[in-house]
């Protein structure tokens, strides 16, 4: 049997199997450094866990036998094809990205073992022959990691990369500012992280009145964003920083109080929830604080895209400050039946920041609010308090990504028993549900359509304070996300999905992640795994 997840999108079956164990890696020398790692590294695994050596050789290409892989320009660069036959495993791509998903997709026909923990015995080490010719649907498969409320080393950051490299993804969104801290390092202006990382305590649970009291803060210094994004691009994924403007501003606030419409005094928030205090938009130094912010973030992130947020911006500040009612005058701006005039300001903002990053050769996403008042001429929605406005912005001719809250908020509950889950926000999303998101809904047109530039999945980190329980939150529901972002709609499939889903979670398992034993919302028996937590429900009853 095959159990792949994400699953191919063309995959024959075949007969007979191929002995992996110790087969010579042949590699086309055309394949570029970051591709040669990839397959280096599977070499490496592969002899470590079969206790056969399997090396790599670039000269002389073998026309039959072992592992090939070979450069094949006339593919996509996400496309791969394998090709297992008793003789051997032949792989073309194009570039790194086909190559890496290549040797994922070779690396789960394997025994579990390959990834660590209880060793496979020799005869197991083999490949079940199959033809592939795969491929995503989408090109934007996200996930977003909030550090912003709760602060995860780089170490950790990696290891989700890894994790996303497993599952396919390429796109990590990555919000690094928030009112509750600011965690990325900017030279000229020392004080976002030197104080603006910094809370004095955290509200305990979701009793407003109640803080900890207990100091609270993390930051990366550029060095260590440079380190991540470069891992992150050995592993085929794009980071993509978020700088949350103009409202989530009170770090920065609390650093620089001439940014505010009242001057302040602010503090780092230790609360959730939605801020009155944002940015004021009238002073010209807002601007060129944010400017000089970009400048140094652009440096750190090659990304094509940069996310400027725009979600969840009060507007009484700017109602009552007179520079922004000035501003407001001096622009003309008017409200309509639809939205008063402050939102038409925020639109002001957003095409200003967008028209400094576009000149900087750079493209904008924001959060779906950007499509109130008037949405700036070149930015790329992201859909999140529903798909409505993934939907609405395809119309208007602009692209979207898909991260609603009922699919996709990562942060809400997997399971009905909350009473035996980890303290969080609330909502209900059990992995069944993100299986069943179709990305493009029947009303756009395929024109339209294709303005769906793929699906997000985001990891809002109020309630999430350790890796563990970052990690428990996003599997097993990523191996769905996975499958909504890469499958094709005929590819996609509950039960086949669900019976593969054991030897994936085996996998995180040996992998070393933390993970939710809970499917349709119960606490589910994965074979192969000791008894942790679980009951005796296995995948087949739940059907
Ligand atoms: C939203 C906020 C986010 C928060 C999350 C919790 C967006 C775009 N904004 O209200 O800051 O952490 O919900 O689920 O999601």
Redesign the pocket.
């Known amino acids: 049997s095959y159990e792949l997840i994400p699953y191919p999108n063309h995959l024959t079956p075949r007969a007979g199997e191929f002995a992996a164990a110790g087969a010579a890696v042949a590699c086309d020398e055309r394949l570029d450094e970051a591709s040669r790692a990839v397959v280096e590294e599977f070499a490496v695994r592969l002899s470590e866990a079969s206790g056969a050596e399997s090396a790599v050789t670039y000269e002389a290409l073998p026309a039959a036998g072992g592992f090939r892989f070979l450069m094949d320009e006339s593919l996509a660069p996400e496309r791969y094809r394998l090709d297992v036959t008793t003789d051997g495993a032949e792989v073309r791509a194009s570039s790194l990205r086909g190559f890496l998903y290549a040797v994922q997709t070779i690396k789960q026909l394997l025994p579990a073992a390959l990834y660590g923990g209880a060793p496979a015995v020799e005869s197991e080490w083999t490949l079940p022959c199959v033809e592939i010719d795969d491929a995503p649907r989408f090109g934007y498969r996200g996930l977003m990691l909030?550090v912003a409320?709760h602060f995860f080393d780089a170490v950790q950051v990696k290891k989700i990369i890894d994790l996303m490299a497993f599952h396919k993804l390429n796109t990590l969104h990555w919000h690094l500012t928030?009112d509750q801290g600011w965690r990325i390092e900017i030279k000229r202006y020392p004080r976002l992280t030197e104080y603006g990382s910094i809370r004095k305590g955290t509200v305990v649970k979701k009793n407003w009145d109640q803080y900890d009291g207990v100091p609270y803060g993390g930051y990366y210094t550029q060095e260590e964003i440079r380190d991540v994004v470069a891992y992150a691009a050995s592993r085929g994924i794009t980071v993509i920083p978020e700088i949350d403007l103009p409202g989530?501003m009170l770090a920065a606030l609390a650093c620089y109080p001439e940014l505010g419409c009242t001057g302040g005094p602010y503090e780092v928030w230790g609360r959730?929830g939605?801020a009155d205090e944002v940015l004021c938009v009238g002073k010209e130094k807002t601007f060129e604080f944010l400017e000089n912010v970009l400048l140094e973030v652009m440096e750190l992130f090659p990304s094509e895209y940069i996310h400027i947020g725009g979600?969840?911006c009060p507007k009484v500040r700017w109602e009552k400050c007179p520079v922004c009612q000035a501003k407001i005058r001096e622009l003309g701006i008017e409200g309509d039946d639809k939205h008063a005039a402050e939102y038409y300001l925020q639109s002001y903002v957003t095409a200003r920041v967008e028209k400094f990053l576009n000149e900087h050769g750079r493209r904008i996403i924001g959060?779906d609010e950007i499509l109130e008042g008037e949405l700036a001429p070149d930015a790329t929605v992201m859909s999140?308090r529903g798909s409505e406005g993934g939907i609405a912005a395809a119309r208007l001719g602009h692209d979207a990504i898909m991260t609603p809250?009922s699919h996709f908020?990562f942060?809400?509950y997997q399971a009905r028993d909350i009473e035996n889950e980890p303290f969080g926000?609330g909502g209900y999303v059990p992995v069944e549900k993100v299986y069943a998101y179709e990305p493009i809904p029947d009303t756009l047109s395929q024109e339209l359509g294709a303005h769906i530039l793929g699906v997000q999945a985001?990891l809002?980190a109020?309630y999430i304070k350790t890796p563990e329980h970052q990690e428990y939150m996003l599997l097993p529901r990523m191996a769905a996300l996975s499958e909504v972002q890469w499958c094709d709609r005929g590819s996609r499939e509950w039960t086949r999905f669900a019976g593969a889903l054991p030897h994936i979670v085996d996998i995180y398992e040996r992998m070393g992640y933390n993970y939710s034993p809970v499917v349709f919302g119960v606490n589910c028996r994965v074979r192969s795994l000791p008894e942790k937590k679980c009951v005796e429900v296995t995948l087949s009853t739940l059907g």
């Open positions: 909030d409320r928030d989530h959730w939605v979600d969840e959060w999140w809250t908020y942060d809400y926000i985001n809002w109020e």
